[in-house]
């Protein structure tokens, strides 16, 4: 089993930015595909970003490509969403996620772990 805490959500105004992390426990982290969804009120989970076992490969959601950057530390057991240039439409609750592959998984179905989520709110 896998255990994902999340972190950093918060009120934050158009523009500004905010750093997610995502510690994890159980088993070996560092072989593991981490990733992020969110989910707005009245609308489906969507994918945001996933980085592979080792970092070399990552895959973003359009809506976020050039704004958000995601990181991971295996000697921590920690992924980070760092978020800049946040706006209204950024606003969800976050989820970590995390799944034994090697491959960048960018589908919801194809991640057994999830953490509780974290809320971001980004005012106009």
């Known amino acids: 089993q896998v255990q994902l805490v999340e972190s950093g959500g918060g009120l934050v105004q158009a523009g500004a930015s905010l750093r997610l992390s995502c510690a994890a426990s159980g088993r070996t982290f560092s072989s593991y595909c981490m990733g992020w969804f969110r989910q707005a009120p009245g609308k489906e989970r969507e994918f945001v970003s996933a980085i592979s076992w080792k970092g070399g490969r990552i895959r973003y959601a359009d809506s976020v490509k050039g704004r958000f950057t995601i990181s991971r530390d295996n000697a921590k057991n920690t992924v980070y969403l760092q978020m800049d240039s946040l706006k209204p439409e950024d606003t969800a609750v976050y989820y970590c996620?995390?799944?034994?592959?090697?491959?960048?998984?960018?589908?919801?179905?194809?991640?057994?772990?999830w953490g509780q989520g974290t809320q971001v709110s980004v005012s106009s």
């Open positions: 996620v995390a799944e034994d592959s090697f491959e960048v998984l960018t589908t919801l179905n194809e991640y057994d772990y």
